[in-house]
């Protein structure tokens, strides 16, 4: 039994929301450094999103079953156990006498991706160990360890004191847990101790700090998202998304997980009211746009004059060179991405930007023509033509043609459509190319954007449809290609035609000679030519073409896309 993130529905959503719906306008000016770009709630489209959204990572191992998620709870419970009863032993030790030694508790807390609810099947634990003022960390390293490798279930037990923040790690009962130490400067840990106060820290070592501050961020990522649930499930979107592009680890210099979950915290800040469906495509909206090295920052600094050092890169001259901010928002604030490098900031850049149909390993350039095509059909079922609206252009009906529609007085309702045209060069001629899932994603992508920016009306359509370059008379009017020929041929000499494609991109001409690649077409061979038709019915975006080549079946209207095709229809 899969133990899947919760299912969405629009009464449920309408409950939760009715019922934080006042909380959540009072937290809004609290949430972030600037206000929401946008306090939308959801629509129909975006609830069955995110459920397609949560179906879609359920094979990816993302989410554990029911007897896993127990497992876990017991490995923590037996480990708390044995913390109390190790600092009980030695506060004894120590000569306190045993009423005492019974209630001076100690904690075990945890932290990244199984505080936040984000770990995936067979992950590790992490976790820190919180103990009174009277065991130090020398215990913790001698008899605490001791005390583990008596346990029968403990495997690969070792312990780094030296490291940059010192930990024990270890396999409890299967699960791998690394395991840190902090001792505060208090009599006793109470069972139901907050860690969130910054006074905790006065006093404290650098080391207890550092331990310290994994719990602290990850309860203060959590305090400040405007809906838990919400924040968790576009989050494992994210996650998986950035492990499978190569994308996800700070040693390396990418981002390691409190970075994307701060990215993700502060897509929901600024859209508190969306599902997860949406957070997904606004994080790749937001983030692409990013001006780094403006850092990324979930709250106002904390104003703690307490001595530790924290990222300022008004006092600090070292962190002006940061490339890539992400400040955590528990005192003290450090940058979470320091080891971010200019490679990998461009690599990672890259990655957020990149367009469905550049992802085709064949595709090696795809150029949307920004010009707007429109045109009605030619005639009705009566046999006669229909009038343009003034100032429209003169082209072609697609084939086939509209289905006509009458208005109530039983006249002829225009079927405005409005078409891009998407060149593209592949890296070899002669070569049979697939594109049916790369756009029909794009097709998908659009109408998804369409419908989320409640510019979708009744009876607006989207298709997407393989054009080679001696079809687009079928869509263009002679006169307009006539002229493109022309304007091509007279200006090939001086410069490239107005949206042309590099001087290095062949076309082969109905006359077979060879010519620079036109404003319409770009093609290495006239018998392997695609053309993808991006258009509009009634004022709406939309892509038209299968994609493939002509032995291909026209393309369905599955699979998904990212933010960045959208951009190319609606710029």
């Known amino acids: 039994m899969m133990w899947p993130a919760p299912q969405y529905s629009h009464s449920n959503h309408q409950n939760v929301g009715k019922a934080n719906e006042h909380q959540n306008q009072q937290n809004l000016k609290t949430l972030g450094m600037t206000s929401a770009i946008s306090t939308a709630g959801p629509k129909p489209i975006d609830i069955e999103r995110t459920n397609e959204l949560k179906d879609c990572l359920v094979p990816f191992g993302v989410f554990e079953s029911e007897a896993e998620m127990h497992h876990r709870m017991e490995v923590l419970g037996a480990l708390h156990r044995l913390v109390r009863q190790w600092i009980r032993d030695e506060s004894l030790r120590k000569n306190m006498p045993s009423t005492v030694a019974d209630t001076v508790g100690g904690n075990i807390y945890t932290f990244g991706s199984y505080r936040l609810g984000v770990h995936h099947r067979g992950a590790d634990i992490d976790a820190l160990c919180v103990a009174p003022r009277h065991i130090d960390r020398v215990d913790y390293f001698l008899s605490f360890y ?5 346990q029968p279930q403990v495997k690969d037990l070792r312990a780094v004191e030296d490291a940059f923040v010192p930990v024990i790690k270890m396999n409890f009962d299967g699960i791998e847990i690394d395991l840190l130490f902090a001792r505060l400067a208090l009599k006793e840990i109470p069972d139901s101790f907050d860690l969130r106060d910054d006074m905790l820290l006065k006093n404290l070592d650098q080391k207890c700090v550092r331990s310290l501050n994994g719990c602290r961020v990850t309860d203060e990522i959590l305090r400040l998202v405007p809906d838990i649930n919400n924040f968790r499930l576009a989050l494992r979107a994210i996650k998986l998304w950035a492990k499978r592009h190569g994308i996800y680890s700070n040693t390396l210099g990418y981002l390691g997980g409190v970075s994307w979950a701060m990215l993700v915290a502060r897509t929901c800040q600024l859209y508190p009211n969306a599902l997860p469906a949406t957070l997904v495509h606004k994080f790749f909206l937001v983030f692409s746009q990013w001006k780094w090295p403006q850092p990324v920052l979930l709250k106002q600094p904390d104003s703690v004059n307490l001595g530790f050092p924290v990222w300022d890169p008004r006092v600090n001259v070292s962190d002006r060179y940061h490339l ?16 971010v490098s ?6 990672i850049m890259e990655e957020f930007r990149i367009a469905t149909l550049e992802r085709n390993q064949h595709i090696t350039i795809a150029h949307v023509n920004p010009e707007c095509y429109n045109s009605v059909p030619l005639n009705t079922n009566d046999g006669q033509p229909l009038a343009l609206p003034p100032g429209s252009p003169s082209l072609v009906s697609t084939d086939p043609a509209p289905e006509i529609k009458r208005n109530e007085k039983g006249e002829v309702v225009p079927n405005y459509c ?7 060069v ?14 029909s994603s794009f097709t998908k992508a659009v109408h998804y954007q369409a419908d989320n920016a409640s510019m979708l009306r009744e009876g607006m359509t989207i298709e997407a449809r393989h054009v080679r370059r001696k079809q687009l008379h079928q869509y263009l009017s002679p006169s307009l290609l006539k002229r493109e020929r022309t304007t091509s041929g007279a200006k090939r000499r001086h410069e490239p035609p107005p949206h042309a494609a590099p001087k290095k991109c062949k076309r082969r001409a109905d006359s077979e000679t060879t010519d620079e690649v036109s404003v319409l077409s770009y093609n290495e061979d006239s018998n392997s030519s695609n053309m993808c038709e991006v258009s509009i019915q009634n004022g709406t975006a939309s892509v038209t073409g299968n994609g493939t080549t002509p032995e291909k079946k026209p393309a369905d209207n ?4 990212p933010s960045s095709s959208d951009r190319i229809v609606t710029a």
Not at 426 to 439: A, G, Q, S, W
């Open 558 to 561: 599955n699979g998904e896309a």
């Open 324 to 339: 890539m901010p992400i400040i955590t928002p528990a005192y003290p604030q450090q940058n979470s991405t320091f080891n």
């Open 418 to 424: 409005s078409m891009w045209f998407i060149g593209l």
């Open 342 to 347: 200019a490679s990998t900031r461009t690599v």
């Open 426 to 439: 592949f890296e070899k001629t002669n070569l049979t190319v697939d594109l049916t899932y790369d756009i």
């Open 146 to 150: 001791d005390l583990l490798k008596q």
